[in-house]
Structures are given as C-alpha cells and as structure tokens.
Nanobody
C-alpha cells in the first residue's frame, strides 16, 4: 500500500486549501485514515481521522470548525479541507492509514497507523 499526499503550498491566513491522500496497491475500504502534521522543531501530531465506514471523525481542538476530513472509497482517496487557516497551521501534513474497521478513530497515537505518505508542505504566510 502506497500513499501520496498532494495539495500543499502557500496559503494566506484565512484562506483555504484542500489536501488529498491517494492510495495505491490496496483499497482503503477497511482502513481508518488519519491526517497528521509536523511543524518545524516539533513532534508529529494528529489533526484529524475518519473511520473506515466514514461514519466517525475526530479532530484536534485547534482545527475543529475549520478543517474537514472526508474520504472517497471509490477513488481510494482521502481529503483534508482546510478553511480559515492560521499561521500555526504551517507544517508538513502526512496521511496515515490503520487497518481496522473500528467504529471510532483516534489521532492520539501515530504508532497505531500502519502506512504513511511522504507528506506535503503547507505554509501559511501573508
């Protein structure tokens, strides 16, 4: 299973960006998908996740109401819609997947995720 993130770039504060995570080699039907980010000099932290069914999502507090995670199993792709971005959202964004059909997803432990992409840089700057 390979994951490729795209959609990163430069965005102004208050602007929007949509990140994509495309999978190949295996379908994501039975995987939880998570988005994580790592800012310079900081640890990787969870941003959002979506369960395999799409019925459950989870967000870190600082992005609630601004970011939206979604998935399109037919396209084997997940998305992170980022709206009203802040300077603090500047980071490399990674998608990870965890092979599970658990109803709830968790972003507190990245070690639970089995596969990762190489990341896409999002820079918020005026």
């Amino acid at each position: 299973l390979q994951l490729v993130e795209s959609g990163g770039g430069l965005v102004r504060p208050g602007g929007s960006r949509r990140l994509s995570c495309a999978a190949s080699g295996e379908t994501l039907d039975h995987y939880t998908i998570g988005w994580f980010r790592q800012a310079p000099g900081k640890e990787r932290v969870g941003v959002s996740c979506i369960s395999s069914s799409g019925g459950s999502t989870n967000y870190r507090d600082s992005v609630k109401g601004r970011f939206t995670i979604s998935r399109d199993n037919a396209k084997n792709t997940a998305y992170l819609q980022m709206d009203n971005v802040w300077f603090e959202d500047t980071a490399v964004y990674y998608c990870g997947v965890q092979q599970t059909d658990q109803a709830m997803c968790d972003i507190n432990n990245s070690n639970e995720y089995d596969f990762w992409g190489h990341g896409t840089q999002v820079t918020v700057s005026s």
